[in-house]
């Protein structure tokens, strides 16, 4: 099987690739068109700031081959906000796949960004398979997902947010799947055996 990982200046890519290691998982880290499309899985990691991110795609055109794919795809954590329409990070227009907005946390209660570990709930999509509800995730962001059609995880923080997502062949996660222990293991066994 094929695994590979989308390489552009955006990616948490060592983290991702020690994490695919230690469940058995070998991939490859590439920006080649070629090997992209002809992958079994793909893998669209991410830190750092959207608009920079898109600009990165674009520039190799990653971003027209990132639509087109047809097998699965998990975007995580800026990898899954672009997957979505637009993002108010800096005004970004992201991929469009998923219809929905991603908005930044505003409280006077709450630190944002949001990190360190938080639970998620509600929980479907073989995604999820055999996670249990409420299950810890680690988390670094400033920006999340409004609630949607398309949720697969919810977590709270000021308010309840889409956690996790699934369209298609697409999932994304918000939270740091190769740094959540064996929660995130067990997430990333399940997107390689989708």
Same mark, same amino acid.
Request: glycine letters at 6%; a negative charge.
């Given at each position: 099987?094929?695994?590979?990982?989308? !390489? @552009?200046?955006?990616? *948490?890519?060592?983290?991702? +690739?020690?994490?695919? $290691?230690?469940?058995?998982?070998?991939? /490859?880290?590439?920006?080649?068109?070629?090997?992209?499309?002809?992958?079994?899985?793909?893998?669209?990691?991410?830190?750092?700031?959207?608009?920079?991110?898109?600009?990165?795609?674009?520039?190799?055109?990653?971003?027209?081959?990132?639509?087109?794919?047809?097998?699965?795809?998990?975007?995580?954590?800026?990898?899954?906000?672009?997957?979505? !329409? @637009?993002?108010?990070? *800096?005004?970004?227009?992201? +991929?469009?796949?998923? $219809?929905?907005?991603?908005?930044?946390? /505003?409280?006077?209660?709450?630190?944002?960004?949001?990190?360190?570990?938080?639970?998620?709930?509600?929980?479907?999509?073989?995604?999820?398979?055999?996670?249990?509800?409420?299950?810890?995730?680690?988390?670094?962001?400033?920006?999340?997902?409004?609630?949607?059609?398309?949720?697969?995880?919810?977590?709270?923080?000021?308010?309840?947010?889409?956690?996790?997502?699934?369209? *298609?062949?697409?999932?994304?996660?918000?939270?740091?799947?190769?740094?959540?222990?064996?929660?995130?293991?067990?997430?990333?066994?399940?997107?390689?055996?989708?």
């Amino acid at each position: 099987m094929k695994i590979v990982i989308i !390489k @552009y200046n955006a990616g *948490n890519i060592q983290s991702v +690739l020690y994490a695919l $290691e230690r469940i058995g998982v070998g991939a /490859i880290v590439t920006d080649n068109h070629e090997e992209i499309i002809t992958a079994d899985k793909v893998i669209f990691p991410g830190v750092g700031e959207a608009n920079s991110a898109m600009n990165s795609l674009k520039e190799n055109n990653l971003d027209q081959i990132i639509k087109s794919l047809k097998q699965p795809v998990l975007g995580i954590c800026v990898g899954m906000q672009l997957l979505c !329409k @637009y993002s108010e990070e *800096n005004n970004t227009e992201c +991929l469009g796949i998923f $219809e929905e907005p991603v908005k930044k946390f /505003i409280s006077l209660e709450y630190k944002v960004p949001q990190i360190g570990w938080n639970n998620i709930y509600d929980l479907h999509s073989p995604l999820m398979k055999s996670i249990p509800e409420n299950s810890y995730c680690y988390f670094v962001h400033s920006y999340y997902v409004p609630m949607n059609t398309f949720a697969i995880a919810t977590t709270d923080y000021i308010q309840p947010y889409a956690s996790a997502i699934h369209k *298609n062949n697409f999932y994304g996660v918000q939270f740091h799947a190769e740094k959540s222990a064996q929660v995130g293991e067990q997430i990333l066994r399940n997107f390689i055996e989708l």
